[in-house]
């Protein structure tokens, strides 16, 4: 099955810099990679996904990049505030569910 | 968009009573829908995949005496845990895919389960 590895664990930046969380995954079947954004004690949110025959996508400070030779993918946050501080997790679907990374957590220094 | 309401968001239990948990798809159809636990400072572990009308398929290592799931319509799923002891206290979050769809997976806001 589809495992994914996720790094750093943890994260932290000054506000106003970029951050940049990496993954990897396993089979190269899968084929949808969505980024979620958890705060304490509530859900995962969606903040950016891409599609396996996609390399890159922006939306504002977010943005994603795929490289499916290398069956990884990698989130970048630009300009960071402090509302960014949170755990972020990866994800990959293989047969039709999603595996997600261990998570980082990152943190904005004011 | 796209809105899962799961409830309650948290449920205090004495060990060996059951729990109902609910999932529910506001304004979408939902023919899938899946069940996670994540423990604290943990991911999201899936444990069973939910289809309308038909029995859930769990994922290795979870047992399904033990975590009653139905999904009776296309908008509704209910995870029950049986007989809850301490080691079940987690926090359990739905997610569902709105039928037809092949991208996009809504995630509840997750209920907090403490078994004493």
């Known amino acids: 099955g589809e495992n994914v590895e996720q790094h750093p664990s943890t994260l932290s930046v000054q506000e106003g810099d970029s951050a940049v969380i990496k993954c990897t995954y396993s089979d190269s079947a899968s084929n949808y990679f969505p980024w979620y954004k958890q705060e304490l004690g509530k859900g995962p949110q969606l903040i950016i996904d891409?599609?396996?025959?996609?390399g890159e996508k922006k939306d504002q400070r977010i943005a994603v990049t795929l490289n499916k030779t290398a069956k990884h993918f990698s989130l970048h946050i630009t300009e960071t505030q402090p509302e960014d501080s949170a755990v972020y997790f990866c994800?990959?679907?293989?047969?039709?569910?999603?595996?997600f990374g261990q998570g980082t957590r990152l943190t904005i220094n004011p | 968009g796209a809105v899962v309401s799961q409830h309650p968001s948290w449920v205090i239990c004495k060990s060996g009573t059951s729990v109902k948990i609910e999932c529910r798809s506001l304004?979408?159809?939902?023919?899938?829908m899946f069940w996670y636990r994540q423990f604290p400072k943990q991911s999201l572990m899936l444990m069973a995949t939910?289809?309308?009308?038909?029995?859930?398929?769990?994922e290795q290592g979870v047992e399904k005496d033990k975590f009653l799931i139905n999904h009776a319509s296309l908008t509704l799923s209910t995870l029950t845990v049986t007989s809850a002891h301490p080691e079940d206290s987690s926090f359990y979050i739905c997610s569902a895919s709105e039928t037809g769809a092949f991208y996009g997976y809504t995630f509840g806001s997750g209920t907090r389960l403490t078994v004493v």
């Open positions: 994800a990959a679907r293989g047969a039709q569910k999603l595996v």
């Open positions: 891409i599609r396996s025959n996609v």
């Open positions: 304004d979408f159809q939902a023919t899938t």
């Open positions: 939910s289809n309308e009308g038909s029995k859930a398929t769990y």
